[in-house]
């Protein structure tokens, strides 16, 4: 192993020396073992690997360095932010061509953060496979490649036939030779396991290396290595390497603890450790420097006032022996001052004489100089043109002179010059006669003699132009000059070797001119120059015997002058040594007190520095491990540090905080000053930022973060930016290389890959300077740049590769920091003159405290810097001086301020309750967002309204008065703005809990107490048996036990036994949270312990117990959330904060958003009057267009018709009621023409009030869309919500009116918001109107959807330019342009220049966590759902339009009946919707009735009064019951429901009797009165907590429900604490194995088909074998696939199978206890749990078949139990008890469930064996119609009955369970249950149910068929029979319902409206 590590060590260095990028990599095992791995397998052929680790687990550093001992190439993409698909193409082109064209071994590396498109795995998965990509390549590139493959086929002789196909699959099969694929993927998320599903060539193509964490060697090692060069000890640096250990495993641990707790992930890698490394060994030398330095200047400035100290008994001693030297010094230089003045006088006299001869030559000099400049002025008018004529002549050759004198003729112009020469140099010519006989010159032969002359040019060059004769200049000048030939310019055409001679007499010529001019003067320059050497001879005479004089003069000056300087220097050095005196008076005097705080700093600083190892480590681990934990979590984890490194040894201060060790006062000062929260958590984070090493990402809900890093970094020129910006990176760039700090904001989970280089900091060096490569750009890196990262997200999740990237750091305000700020705000509103003193104060001492720490670093540098001795340096002692006094005063000012500031505080603190309650109100709202994701809410909105409360509060003079007003004003008004936001079911729980912190502040709740409550403490093992089993539950028992561990409640078990008849009676009281408690409870217990008692022993009346306690705490006002209230909310707008409807089911805010928009004047209203004739209609339809023309689209073809559809997709339930109803309604002629008549009737109502529908039989309008539709101008089907006939997915009435538009309204919507409605009967079309869109001021609006983004932004464009309205439908549906929605609400909206104040912004939207949080946070946010409670729902109806309009409630001409009928018609109203909170047993289906229905039912009730003499009821039942209401119904018996209600209601006498009563017990009745405030005051009396009598349903129909509405309140507290964290002794791995196993062993084998048809063959006269043997069918299929899939999930579990998509859904149900979706989709319909649901399968599948003998199976049980209870240790059992709960939420206790199991297999024999039983278990079959067919088949068959003739009669038998014979006809029936009554025993009659008994067992049924005919009317309920207690069902395949039975005919003594209103039916099956 240690050869194996020196060689990879090796390979290392040479690969560091060979790259950019060296890697310090330590070799540990751990890592040795990988890269072997990888190596291996990059050696095979077609080797490709999988690395499975997170993010800085040493995946890619191993497998380049594998990659560079294999002489591998690596390949990698960079992704940038323009990426696309083409680029990696590109890319993948680039890397196949390298591994198959050029042959080069290549490894691509390719990471999960690199895939940008899901196509990129695909091409991955492909090349995995088959090494190719199909038509990656052109057919150019594919040609250019085969021909490539040929030239190397024919170069390696290959024997291939050279075909296109062979040679492209050549090249394949070398990239498959070449090419290594390495992945490096991360196992953290959903992603990873569903890559692997969708590309299987991920594993079957590649070898699989799990990263998993390093191991301990692998830790010490590392640490080890970097800390060896860190001085230390020995055995200090072996405990420091163990505490590094520590931390990175203690991190880990605590990670898991805090995700548990808080549901935080936070993720612990070896980056995390390297960084902690790295980290520790920065700071340690930086802080050692910052110790040393500042105790060194401590030391000097301490030993240099030693020095001065020292220094003056010296100094006074120089001072008395200098005074005597001094005085002989003065006597000297006196006597030396008369010499040098006798000497002086004497040396005058000669200088005198002297300076009158110097006089006179220099006046003969001058005049010298002035002839001789003469002569050479003169001579420089010749001497140039002379050495011109020279320059010429050096340009003639020999052969230039040759070729002139080779001449026999010359031209005239050669003869000219050579004369010339000729005479000039004396040479005679030849004497002839010419042809006249006249004699004349020739030069031309004495010319050419001289010519031939070779040295010919070097005679011209050195002629004497200083001797030529005259006649010579004479015959030049009269035969030459002046004749015109002799020119230059004219030679130089006859010869150009004459040209340069010609020029050189002409220069001679000029030459001697001047010559002859200059001779005279210069003979007089010599005369006078002669002359003048006279006079300077005589003057040097003179000077000489000057010098002689002077210098003795010198001499005695010079002796002088040293006299002189000696005296100086004793006076200075006696003046020095006086100050010097001084000066180290003043050092001592001035910095005297200096010097003991010195002492005793640099005594600190000592043990600092001993102490620094420990503080730093501690330190370093904070900064690289903590910064993501919350506050606590962080103490807790530190003191735990802490305590180590003092029980190692290793030197730590005795009070450690990061402040102290890295904190600088100053520098915190500045940061609070510049909005950091005073908090030591923040501060703590503000120092993280500082010193940590990697980039800060701060989650940063509130904003803190964000404002304290915009403040910090204003003055160097902060750049911020998001990730939506689409320039963002030119930004970054700039800041990059300008050294600018640049803040990303708000980003979301994933952080753009562009951004890595950066977080990684990958600057590399290029001349000298560092560069940074940013995408494609390539940029220089300022040192001076900062980057920090801030997300609003409150609780973010980053996956390990983000994590590593940055640190990550938790800003979220903490309690303290909130209430200083707080406390500072209510204090400037309530004292601004002192709360502007204390900031000012608060600034100036700042300022002084930097002036002091500024003044001491002068001072110590200053001492430091002074070389030699300090006392010499006067500046310096200045400057130490000036300095000492300033600070001396600005520390008496300091004092002063702060003494102040004390007042000011002292005053101020009078307000800290104020600011201690307001945040606590706001941590308390802030964890509403657990429990739903709209629940956010700003800082800065918490912090207006509190500025508000301040404002509008009542005001005092009494502080504790004023306290009082400003708490209470601002708790509810926080209440009332929170309470508009919040759901229905929240209202209450968040009044509890503000109730509860209230409480909490005051330490009034203990903790243990209020989390017993919540949860009913741990269950663990009960050893106590339960001494009321009649009455008291187990669950109930069991808390009684727990409870009496906590100390109030000592001896309460004990009591309890003592006294249960007196808890019996509480238990049995139908008010236990009125009553009071057994003695002594009563009296010793609190309030919210008795809460708890009330909990164990009734814990369905919580909920107004609750209320009870939160009116006796905070008052009534907290249990009465205000109603919607629209204009107060828009009040509280403005044009920068949206306006957010949260919808829910059923929700409709249009409507009201639209009236709203008319009182405001934004969209023109339409009349209302109560009469509207045809004109007035036609006129509607004017001027509304969309009313009456086809719906205009959006889509790309403007002129398209618009489509007409029903619903494809309806619930398959609706449509299964639907046809019942259409059938039975169908059936009565009555019916239809009372339909039509009502038809017409309604129509006129419609176009009265605008409405678009028409109730009709036949088709739909043609320009109606229904919404299943696909809809032209809004929301696809495809991006709507699921249609089903769920009441989850229905909303607003398709009756919208007139009112609601108008042609001011601009909408582009596919159906009123939300977008689905219930499907209606068939006989009644759901018709809803698609508006169009038009372009009209106003309002807009428009559903968002796909597509839909760029429409919506184009209009809020146009509207904040226009200052009109926009309404965004739907924004759930849009989570893509989520983002862009988030962009225009921070950025183009809030822009006041560009944005009228008028405009707003309104968006409607389901609760959804894609929705923008800022955009949540700083809008206002409205619920619009029908209020909570009878009483709140009467009153908004009363409150709402229309009946709030005096004119509509007054507008009817029979006032009275009007007034009983519209209350009647509002109670009614209220009364549907309440139902719904009692489930099944208020309505099968729980539709959303909603405020459209009310509206229009309200207003043709009142035109039908005005039109009609008699009231008429039926018409309006008829209207109200069938259509209005009637039409969301889809279900028979709740229609039958519907309308027995409102029968209740719609009566003669509702009309005629004075206080006419709802409700038996004559609380609720219509009140007589005469005018709207009266029916107001009469709801408001009602009271709070309404009883099920008023609805119908009997008393029990509460506990249900009350037990259901506490367990959500409590389960929606919990969400907002933290979670206890709970142990388990096994994994969930374990645990599902276990199961699993379980499940299998009892899973009988399936049945053998052949053997039962053999047995019971098909027979005419016995149906019930067809029956047996299809049963028989379903429940094999069944059981193969629950035993296929837990064998499956055994597999997977083990790794032998992937885990697929089908399988990870069964193990997760079996987690949580469900049924999974893979055996749902065979198996009965069934509500139970898990473990009931497999022993309820067993029980079925016993019925038919008992496996074994039942003896047999009960030992085997009991064994299995007396195996948990004999064979594990008690603590084992108990956590895995414990465990079990957890995860499988087992709804029954094991003993009642072991209790059921037998006596199911005790109660059902075997048909297969022992032949058809008596009695039928009705719930055991799977298909239970096929059982009743069969019944009725058989007595068809018996009597030869036509079966379509033959139904059932009924008979209850006394029998419960058995019977002894078979019927002779028809069959017995047993196992169903009946809910809302019970069957009488004694009156065989249907009856009450009794008290707290919900279920009742109904004895046997004899089914007895007939002819219906045959039939007899009795008085009976028609009770329906359902499967399971949800009774609602789809249809199934074969035309049955999937739930509803049949109606089975129970006799009754009281009418059938009576059960039917208590909602009574009989169930299969219960759910436990």
């Known amino acids: ?182 992945l490096t993927f991360s196992p953290i998320g959903d992603a990873f396991r569903n890559r692997l599903r969708m590309f299987p060539s991920l594993i079957n193509c590649c070898t699989i290396d799990w990263f998993k964490a390093w191991p301990e060697d692998a830790l010490e090692r590392v640490a080890h290595k970097f800390l060896d060069d860190v001085e230390m000890t020995d055995e200090v640096r072996k405990e420091v390497v163990v505490m590094c250990k520590h931390f990175h495993e203690s991190v880990r641990a605590l990670s898991d603890t805090f995700y548990g707790v808080l549901r935080r992930r936070n993720y612990v890698t070896p980056t995390s450790y390297l960084e902690l490394i790295k980290t520790f060994k920065n700071l340690m030398n930086m802080k050692r420097l910052e110790i040393l330095t500042q105790k060194n200047r401590y030391a000097v400035g301490l030993e240099k006032l030693d020095f001065a100290a020292s220094q003056i008994a010296v100094m006074q001693e120089e001072l008395t022996a200098l005074q005597p030297q001094l005085i002989v010094t003065n006597k000297e230089t006196e006597k030396l001052i008369k010499i040098i003045a006798e000497e002086t006088t004497e040396v005058e006299a000669v200088k005198k004489v002297v300076e009158a001869e110097e006089k006179v030559a220099n006046d003969a000099a001058q005049e010298a100089q002035a002839i001789k400049d003469e002569c050479e002025q003169n001579l420089s008018v010749a001497m140039p043109a002379m050495n011109a004529a020279i320059q010429a002549l050096d340009t003639l050759k020999q052969q230039d002179i040759t070729l002139v004198k080779t001449m026999t003729n010359p031209p005239n112009g050669v003869k000219l010059v050579t004369e010339a020469i000729c005479i000039l140099r004396g040479i005679k010519p030849d004497k002839k006669v010419n042809e006249h006989g006249k004699p004349y010159e020739d030069y031309w032969p004495a010319a050419k003699k001289m010519l031939g002359d070779m040295k010919f040019l070097e005679h011209l060059k050195n002629f004497d132009k200083d001797t030529i004769a005259e006649s010579y200049v004479k015959k030049i000048r009269d035969r030459y000059i002046s004749n015109p030939d002799f020119d230059p310019q004219v030679i130089k055409h006859v010869s150009s070797a004459c040209e340069g001679m010609c020029k050189w007499v002409l220069a001679v010529e000029v030459y001697d001119r001047v010559a002859k001019i200059v001779a005279p003067k210069k003979a007089k320059l010599q005369e ?8 300077l001879s005589n003057l040097n005479e003179k000077r000489a015997a000057l010098k002689e004089v002077t210098d003795k003069l010198d001499g005695l000056n010079e002796n002088f002058m040293d006299k002189k300087k000696e005296k100086k220097n004793l006076e200075d050095q006696i003046e020095q040594t006086r100050l010097k005196l001084i000066r180290a008076e003043k050092l001592i005097t001035g910095l005297g007190g200096e010097r003991d705080r010195w002492i005793q700093l640099t005594e600190e600083l000592t043990v600092t520095y001993h102490n620094i190892v420990g503080d730093v480590l501690l330190s370093a681990a904070i900064v690289a491990y903590l910064g993501a934990f919350t506050l606590s979590f962080r103490q807790d984890c530190l003191k735990e540090w802490y305590g180590m490194c003092k029980d190692k040894g290793i030197p730590v201060s005795e009070e450690f905080t990061l402040v102290n060790t890295l904190g600088d006062p100053v520098k915190t000062r500045d940061w609070i000053l510049a909005g950091l929260p005073v908090d030591n958590f923040s501060i703590d984070n503000a120092i993280i930022v500082m010193y940590a090493n990697r980039w800060p990402l701060m989650i940063d809900p509130q904003g803190q ?196 500031e004390k007042e000011i505080d002292a005053t101020r603190n009078g307000y800290k309750p104020v600011a201690k309650h307001s945040s606590l109100l706001f941590f308390t709202i802030s964890d509403l967002a657990n429990i739903d994701p709209m629940y956010q809410y700003s800082l800065n909105w918490f912090v207006n309204l509190y500025l508000q409360s301040i404002s509008k509060s009542k005001p005092s003079s009494d502080l504790e008065e004023r306290i009082t007003n400003l708490n209470d004003h601002f708790t509810y008004s926080i209440y009332q703005n929170v309470c508009r936001s919040l759901f229905e079911k929240d209202k209450l729980l968040f009044s509890f809990l503000l109730c509860i912190g209230i409480e909490k502040s005051k330490d009034l709740i203990d903790d243990r107490e209020w989390r017993f409550l919540l949860t009913g403490g741990v269950a663990l093992e009960n050893p106590h048996p339960n001494p009321a089993m009649g009455w008291l539950s187990e669950k109930s028992w069991a808390e009684v036990v727990r409870v009496s561990d906590l100390d109030k409640f000592d001896g309460f078990m004990k009591d309890f036994k003592s006294n249960l008849d007196d808890w019996k009676e509480l238990y049995d009281s139908p008010t236990p949270h009125q009553d009071k408690i057994p003695e002594p409870w009563e009296l010793t217990l609190n309030d919210i312990e008795k809460l708890i008692v009330l909990r164990i022993i009734r814990p369905d009346k919580i909920i107004p117990a609750l209320q009870n306690y939160i009116v006796k705490k905070m008052g009534k006002a907290y249990v009465e959330p205000p109603t919607f209230d629209l204009a107060r909310s828009f009040q509280d707008s403005n044009f920068a904060s949206p306006l957010i409807f949260v919808l829910s089911p059923g929700a409709d805010p249009m409507n009201v958003l639209l009236k709203f928009a008319e009182e405001k004047g934004i969209v023109e209203p339409i009349s209302r009057n109560n009469t509207l004739d045809t004109a007035g209609f036609d006129k509607l339809r004017k001027q509304t267009p969309h009313a009456a023309q086809p719906v205009e689209t959006t889509s790309e073809e403007p002129n398209s018709p618009p489509m007409n559809s029903t619903k494809s997709d309806t619930d398959a339930d609706s449509k299964e009621q639907t046809s019942s109803a259409a059938v039975s309604r169908k059936s009565s002629a009555e019916s239809r023409i009372s339909r039509k008549s009502a038809r017409v009737t309604f129509s006129n109502v419609s176009d009265q009030d605008g409405s678009e529908e028409t109730f009709d039989d036949g088709d739909e309008d043609d320009d109606v869309c229904d919404e299943g539709s696909s809809q032209p101008g809004g929301v696809t089907p495809a991006a709507s919500e699921p ?128 929705f923008p949080v800022s955009v949540l946070q700083n809008g206002v946010k409205m619920t619009n759902e029908p209020p909570k409670g009878l009483r709140a729902n009467l009153l908004r109806s009363y409150l709402n339009d229309p009946i709030s309009d005096t004119t509509f409630f007054h507008g009817c001409n029979k006032p009275e009946t009007w007034k009983k009928l519209l209350f009647g018609l509002c109670f009614f109203h209220a009364l549907v919707q309440e139902r719904r909170k009692f489930g099944p047993l208020g309505w099968n289906i729980p539709y959303e009735f909603n405020e459209s229905d009310l509206r229009i039912s309200v207003r043709q009730q009142q035109m039908f009064l005005n039109d009609y003499d008699e009231v008429p009821l039926e018409a309006l039942t008829y209207l109200i019951g069938e259509c209005n209401y009637g039409g969301r119904v889809t279900d028979d018996h709740d229609r039958r429901l519907l309308n027995s209600l409102l029968e209740n209601f719609y009566n003669q006498d509702s009309i005629q009797k004075s206080h006419y009563r709802y409700s038996s017990s004559g609380s609720y009745y219509c009140p007589d009165s005469e005018n709207y405030q009266g029916y107001l005051e009469y709801i408001k009396g009602l009271p709070f907590i309404v009883s099920p009598e008023v609805f119908g349903l009997h008393e029990n129909a509460d506990i249900t429900k009350d037990q259901q509405e506490t367990t959500q309140l409590f389960d929606g507290i919990l969400t907002t604490l933290p979670r206890q964290a709970q142990g388990g002794a096994r994994s969930t791995q374990q645990i599902i194995e276990d199961l699993a196993s379980d499940i299998l062993s009892k899973l009988p084998p399936d049945f053998n088909l052949e053997d039962v048809q053999g047995k019971y063959p098909v027979r005419y006269e016995e149906s019930m074998n067809t029956v047996l043997f299809q049963e028989l069918i379903r429940f094999n299929r069944l059981t193969s696939v629950v035993r296929n899939s837990l064998h499956d999930v055994l597999k997977a579990i083990k790794g032998m199978v992937v885990m697929s998509a089908e399988l990870e859904d069964v193990f997760d149900s079996m987690m949580v206890g469900k049924v999974p979706v893979m055996w749902a989709a065979k198996s009965y319909p069934s509500l139970k749990p898990m473990g009931s649901y497999v022993s309820d399968l067993i029980a079925r599948l016993q019925f038919f078949k008992v496996s074994r003998p039942i003896g047999s199976y009960v030992s085997d049980l009991i064994a299995r139990l007396q195996f948990f209870k004999v064979s594990r240790p008690i603590g084992s059992y108990v956590s895995d008890l414990i465990a079990r709960l957890q995860f499988f939420k087992v709804s029954r206790p094991i003993g009642s469930y072991v209790s059921d199991l037998i006596a199911r297999l005790q109660f059902f024999k075997t048909w297969i064996n ?61 196992g169903l249950f009946m809910e809302g009554a019970r069957w009488s025993r004694q009156t065989k009659v249907i009856d009450e149910s009794n008290p707290k008994i919900l279920f009742d067992t109904v004895p046997v049924i004899w089914f007895k068929p007939g002819v219906k005919a045959d039939f007899k009317a009795k008085q009976s309920y028609e009770c329906p029979v359902y499967k399971t207690s949800a009774r609602r069902g789809v249809l199934s395949t074969t035309g049955h319902s999937t739930n509803f039975v049949l109606d089975i005919q129970l006799p009754s003594d009281r009418p059938h409206t009576h059960w039917i209103n208590r909602g009574v039916a009989m169930l299969c099956q219960l759910d436990d």
């Not at 680790?53 to 001992?69: C, D, P, V, W």
């Not at 009756?1295 to 309204?1305: C, F, L, R």
């Not at 239970?1824 to 018996?1838: D, I, M, P, V």
């Open 1 to 182: 192993m240690e050869e194996l590590r020196e060689t990879i060590e090796r390979y290392l260095e040479e690969y560091n020396l060979m790259t950019k990028a060296p890697m310090d990599l330590v070799m540990f095992r751990f890592a040795i073992e990988h890269i072997s791995r990888i190596s291996r397998v990059l050696k095979q052929p077609n080797g490709h690997l999988l690395l499975v680790g997170i993010g800085g687990s040493g995946r890619s550093s191993a497998t380049r360095l594998a990659a560079f001992m294999a002489d591998y190439d690596v390949f990698t993409i960079e992704i940038s932010k323009n990426y696309t698909i083409n680029d990696w193409k590109d890319d993948l082109k680039d890397l196949l061509r390298k591994a198959g064209d050029e042959g080069n071994s290549t490894v691509f590396l390719f990471g999960d953060h690199q895939i940008k498109d899901i196509s990129f795995l695909e091409d991955i998965n492909m090349m995995l496979n088959t090494g190719d990509i199909p038509n990656l390549y052109e057919n150019e590139e594919r040609l250019e490649l085969i021909e490539k493959m040929q030239q190397l086929s024919q170069a390696e002789n290959a024997k291939i036939e050279a075909t296109p196909l062979n040679m492209y699959n050549k090249f394949i099969e070398r990239v498959r030779r070449h090419l290594h694929i390495v």
């Open 1810 to 1870: 022992d032949g058809m039983p008596t009695v039928f278990w009705l719930s055991g079959f799977y298909f239970t119609q096929s059982f009743l067919t069969g019944s009725l088949q058989n007595y068809a068959r018996r009597y030869r009955i036509p079966i379509d003739h033959l139904g059932f009669e009924f008979e209850v038998m006394d029998q419960e369970s058995e019977m002894d014979t078979k019927p002779n006809d028809g069959v017995y029936i047993r």
């Open 528 to 535: 006078a120059e002669s002359q003048l050497g006279d006079l």
């Open 705 to 900: 973060a964000n404002k304290w890093i915009k403040n910090k970094e204003k003055p160097n020129k902060l750049q911020v930016i998001k990730l939506s910006d689409p320039n963002y990176t030119r930004t970054l760039e700039n800041c990059l290389q300008f050294g600018q700090p640049c803040l990303l904001e708000n980003i979301s989970e994933e952080l753009d890959a562009v951004l890595e280089p950066l977080l990684l900091k990958q600057t590399f060096k290029q001349n000298g300077l560092d560069y940074i490569r940013l995408g494609d750009n390539v940029i220089e890196y300022s040192r001076d740049f900062k980057f920090y990262i801030t997300t609003r997200l409150r609780n973010p999740h980053y996956l390990p590769e983000v994590s590593v990237k940055v640190t990550l750091l938790n800003f979220m305000i903490t309690p303290l920091g909130l209430e200083d700020q707080l406390l500072g705000l209510v204090a400037a509103r309530e004292k601004p003159e002192l709360e502007e003193k204390k900031n000012q104060l608060i600034i100036e001492s700042a300022k002084n405290k930097k002036l002091l720490k500024e003044i001491e670093d002068k001072i110590l540098e200053v001492l430091s810097s002074s070389q030699g001795n300090i006392l010499e340096d006067e500046s310096a002692i200045q400057i130490l001086s000036s300095s000492k006094q300033l600070a001396k005063e600005i520390t008496e000012k300091d004092a002063i301020a702060q003494a102040t």
């Open 1283 to 1410: 249609v089903s006939a769920s009441p989850d997915t229905t909303t607003s009435s398709t009756t919208a009116n007139t009112e609601d538009a108008s042609s001011a309204i601009s909408v582009v919507t596919a159906a009123a918001e939300p977008s689905n409605h219930p499907q209606r009967p068939s006989s009644h079309p759901p018709l809803q109107r698609t508006p169009s869109r038009m372009s009209g001021p106003g309002l807009q609006t428009i559903s968002l959807g796909q597509g839909q983004g760029p429409i919506a932004a184009a209009m809020i464009d146009k509207a904040i330019e226009q200052g009109t309205w926009v309404v965004l439908q739907n924004c759930h549906l849009a989570s893509s342009w989520l983002p862009t929605l988030e962009k225009i609400c921070e950025e183009v909206i809030p822009d006041p220049e560009r944005t009228k104040s008028t405009f707003r912004l309104w968006l409607t939207s389901y609760p959804s966590p894609e």
